[in-house]
């Protein structure tokens, strides 16, 4: 009995194993933090990294040719449990066959939800980093213009995460 229990406990780990991707080996190459997550479901590998780490990685993913970030967003893994940022990021061509494509994992702890703002690299994160400020409240440091963008800017709490509690009261708003 208690070597079935090793064996299903020595078939999960193994399944647990990631095999480091293109762009996960090739930053790992040049000296850049990075651990490697399983693929989704579409085939798309993605990354996780630090914090502190997000900035030089981004930067050295923009030199690579990864010109276009396609979305960034935020995620809540459960009460009590991570924030995530996200970007997934493409290499765009004007005579590409294929677009290459990446997804980065920032987790972040629930208490202190700050990382870098990547504004800087891509503009098209101006709005994306706001709106995952807004609902998430996760602390994109350096953005130029941080502050909600869907809510009221007395809102209350972070809407979008699992263990926000809704208020007891609605305003009634006339059309008058």
Not at 139 to 146: D, I, S
Request: glycine share 6%; charged share 25%; net charge negative.
């Amino acid at each position: 009995m208690a070597e079935e229990e090793k064996e299903t406990q020595n078939e999960q780990e193994a399944s647990q194993i990631v095999e480091a991707g293109v762009v996960s080996s090739w930053l790992t190459e040049n000296g850049l933090q990075n651990q490697p997550l399983a693929r989704d479901h579409q085939g798309i590998e993605m990354i996780s990294v630090e914090p502190d780490a997000l900035l030089p990685v981004a930067t050295a993913l923009y030199q690579n040719g990864f010109n276009y970030l396609q979305c960034q967003g935020g995620y809540d893994a459960g009460p009590g449990k991570e924030l995530v940022s996200f970007y997934h990021l493409a290499k765009v061509y004007d005579d590409a066959d294929a677009t290459e494509e990446v997804r980065i994992k920032v987790f972040l702890p629930r208490d202190n939800p700050s990382v870098p703002s990547v504004y800087w690299i891509w503009k098209a994160a101006d709005w994306q980093e706001r709106e995952t400020y807004d609902m998430y409240g996760i602390v994109f440091e350096g953005h130029p213009n941080l502050k909600r963008l869907l809510m009221n800017e007395d809102w209350v709490g972070w809407p979008l995460r699992k263990d926000y509690i809704s208020p007891e009261f609605y305003e009634i708003q006339h059309a008058y």
